[in-house]
């Protein structure tokens, strides 16, 4: 066993996405969720985030909303999970990221998150991804994101 999975449990093929090369326009990566009431505890305490809109129901149903709803950036936070571990998967960087909120998120309901490469940058090592999240079918978050691929090139070496 290398030092690798010695300290993070995992085999070292779980370490590697996609190389620049290995990617295509068009290609996805998708993750669903299914919000819970802990999930959203947990993310007021992490963030610091503990407007009542979220964890308050008394409050919440004075509301537009007329209930509670889950953090935004919660839902987007299922953007870096399918950046990070399914497409373009671990070694990537997140470089920027553009969101739309769509639509309130409730606890129950399933959020799946899609992201498709939209535009391969080779000379910068850079892939463009549009990003998604929806509930039954309808956006909730819309976006874009641009991330740094690692390439199987050694650096300077021009594609």
Known sequence: M??????TGLDPA????????DLSVGMRGVYARTITETDIVMFAGIS?????????????????????????????????????????????????QNLRFKSPVRIGETVTTT??????IPEKRRV???TICTVLGKPVIEGDALVMVPSRR?????V
């Open 2 to 7: 290398d030092t690798v999975a010695r300290r």
């Open 14 to 21: 779980d370490l590697t996405g996609y190389y620049l090369e």
């Open 48 to 96: 610091g985030d503990t407007n009542p809109m979220h964890l308050n129901e008394e409050y919440a149903r004075e509301t537009p909303f007329k209930g509670r709803i889950a953090h935004g950036m919660l839902s987007a936070c299922f953007i870096t999970t399918v950046l990070g571990t399914r497409l373009p998967g671990p070694g990537c960087i997140y470089m920027s």
């Open 115 to 120: 992201v498709t490469v939209t535009e391969i």
């Open 128 to 130: 463009a991804l549009s």
């Open 154 to 158: 050694p650096e300077g070496v021009s």
